[in-house]
């Protein structure tokens, strides 16, 4: 009778993709919203050399924001991370070298998103111990930003994980998931969140905004989508 109980590997792998689909889905909606919370938190300051003024000042003098904010930041990049492997899943069956490539890029570049992330939180015990000397520490923190031997490595993996982002895009696009331009808010959103922390709240929420419409849209239709059924876009 024990014969009874085993499955083929396919209806074992079908049987799971329930669990897959459900939980992608979830990812999808939830590292969006992440993202959006943190902006609306996130205290203005930029991050370039000519800004460390502010990007310490703003550790400082707003340190729980700073603290909130850049922790969700680094969630965002926990949860978006399954959110981007559940979009290349959709991709796969039909384009599976354009899952592929916007997988591995992005991947890759989640780790320049996470080098970020430690940045901020350097930043941030900086400005939580009052103790330190401010000149000290502004000092220190206009060399980190100044310093091209860690800012360049940095920069070309994160630029990967846009890279990365445009190719899952244009995949979703193909598979007929979402329109281009709508898959395209999702790396123009992470770009916009990343070029505007130094401009007015607006900006840089128009940023998560973008990011929750476009992969928000994939994971609400994952959620009311029937079982081994791919949800697609309306005709455009």
């Known amino acids: 009778m024990a014969s009874d109980a085993v499955q083929p590997r396919g209806a074992v792998a079908e049987s799971y993709a329930h669990t897959e689909r459900i939980v992608f889905a979830i ?12 902006c609306i938190i996130h205290p203005k300051h930029g991050v370039r050399v000519t800004s460390g003024s502010e990007y310490y000042g703003a550790a400082y003098n707003h340190t729980t924001r700073f603290y909130i904010a850049h922790t969700l930041f680094f969630l965002t990049g926990v949860t978006l991370l399954p959110a981007v492997i559940g979009l290349n899943r959709l991709v796969r069956p039909s384009h599976p070298k354009a899952a592929f490539w916007g997988l591995v890029l992005s991947a890759m570049g989640f780790v320049g998103w996470g080098a970020i992330d430690g940045m901020d939180f350097m930043t941030y015990i900086a400005g939580a111990n009052k103790s330190l000397d401010t000149t000290t520490m502004q000092s220190y923190i206009d060399d980190a930003l100044a310093n091209q031997a860690v ?28 329109p281009l331009w709508l898959g395209l808010l999702l790396p123009i959103g992470v770009v916009g969140v990343l070029s505007f922390l130094e401009y007015p709240p607006l900006l840089i929420v128009l940023g998560g905004l973008f990011v929750c ?5 994939v994971g609400v239709r994952q959620l009311r989508t ?11």
């Open 213 to 217: 419409a476009s992969v928000g849209t």
């Open 226 to 236: 029937p079982d081994a059924t791919v949800p697609r876009a309306a005709p455009v």
């Open 151 to 178: 800012l360049i490595p940095i920069s070309i993996v994160f630029t990967l994980l846009i890279i990365g982002l445009v190719v899952t895009a244009v995949g979703l696009h193909r598979v007929g998931i979402l």
């Open 27 to 38: 990812f999808m909606i939830v590292g969006p919203l992440i993202l959006l919370a943190a």
